[in-house]
């Protein structure tokens, strides 16, 4: 990847057309659920796209940025402003804590194991992270993540109890599919259980739910989102 990149007229207004426009559809369902339109932050995922792609959006005014994978992260944070904040969103494996300090947020912690690297890493440098406990609210094989309330709360117990790790909220990923009778129900239950768990541990923040993508993300505004991960429609528009 090139670590150097000039602006073109026509990039930087490509970049922002696509922008408006999620922007002004994030506004939209706000509306529709009665919600003011900045209850919604924008994270965009920048997972395997070129530096070139990254300054585009960072010259925009975008500051937080998701990863999927520490390896392809940390070559980025190297070279890109220090002023972004970084989101883990893919899948971290324990052994990959200590090349996560980079990182300002997890969206996908779903292993106690990772939870006690993390917080070991963490407590050498004296600083938090924000945490999001993964749920798998479609039951899908294939896909990581906590799948039903038992297992969540024993999974919040822990991390409660881990003085580096601060538990911000939930994620779970949608099954991928245009039917809004089988997306819709999955961040319903998020949110669902999420009011469960402000309830058990109140003395923890559970203000963020981390739900929706490009293919999903007006329902899932609808259903409460507080955040929505948004990379294709930033990138190369909506098809």
Same mark, same amino acid.
């Given at each position: 990847?090139?670590?150097?990149?000039?602006?073109?007229?026509?990039?930087?207004?490509?970049?922002?057309?696509?922008?408006?426009? @999620?922007?002004?559809?994030?506004?939209?369902?706000?509306?529709?659920?009665?919600?003011?339109?900045?209850?919604?932050?924008?994270?965009?995922?920048?997972?395997?796209?070129?530096?070139?792609?990254?300054?585009?959006?960072?010259?925009?005014?975008?500051?937080?940025?998701? /990863?999927?994978?520490?390896?392809?992260?940390?070559?980025?944070?190297? @070279?890109?402003?220090?002023?972004?904040?970084?989101?883990?969103?893919?899948?971290?494996?324990?052994?990959?804590?200590?090349?996560?300090?980079?990182?300002?947020?997890?969206?996908?912690?779903?292993?106690?194991?990772?939870?006690?690297?993390?917080?070991?890493?963490?407590?050498?440098?004296?600083?938090?992270?924000?945490?999001?406990? /993964? @749920?798998?609210?479609?039951?899908?094989?294939?896909?990581?993540?906590?799948?039903?309330?038992?297992?969540?709360?024993?999974?919040? /117990?822990?991390?409660?109890?881990?003085?580096?790790?601060?538990?911000?909220?939930? *994620?779970? *990923?949608?099954?991928?599919?245009?039917?809004?009778?089988?997306?819709?129900?999955?961040?319903?239950?998020?949110?669902?259980?999420?009011?469960?768990?402000?309830?058990?541990?109140?003395?923890?923040?559970?203000?963020?739910?981390?739900?929706?993508?490009?293919?999903?993300?007006?329902?899932?505004?609808?259903?409460?989102?507080?955040?929505?991960?948004?990379?294709?429609?930033?990138?190369?528009?909506?098809?």
């Amino acid at each position: 990847m090139p670590n150097r990149y000039t602006f073109t007229m026509q990039n930087v207004e490509m970049a922002k057309e696509r922008l408006q426009l @999620v922007q002004s559809r994030m506004a939209d369902a706000c509306s529709r659920a009665s919600r003011s339109a900045d209850s919604v932050q924008l994270l965009a995922v920048t997972k395997t796209r070129a530096f070139s792609d990254l300054e585009d959006i960072y010259g925009l005014g975008l500051r937080s940025f998701g /990863e999927n994978r520490v390896s392809e992260a940390v070559e980025k944070q190297q @070279v890109l402003p220090s002023d972004i904040q970084w989101h883990m969103i893919g899948h971290l494996q324990s052994n990959k804590a200590r090349h996560s300090l980079g990182f300002s947020w997890l969206h996908s912690l779903d292993k106690q194991d990772t939870a006690l690297a993390l917080e070991k890493q963490f407590a050498k440098v004296g600083r938090t992270l924000n945490v999001l406990l /993964e @749920v798998n609210t479609g039951g899908e094989t294939a896909k990581d993540g906590l799948r039903d309330l038992d297992s969540l709360l024993r999974m919040a /117990e822990a991390v409660a109890a881990l003085p580096h790790l601060k538990l911000r909220g939930l *994620m779970t *990923m949608a099954p991928y599919s245009p039917q809004e009778m089988v997306v819709r129900p999955c961040f319903s239950l998020l949110r669902n259980w999420r009011d469960k768990l402000a309830a058990s541990f109140p003395e923890q923040s559970w203000s963020t739910l981390s739900m929706g993508m490009t293919n999903d993300f007006e329902w899932a505004i609808e259903e409460g989102s507080t955040l929505v991960r948004i990379g294709t429609a930033l990138f190369e528009g909506f098809r």
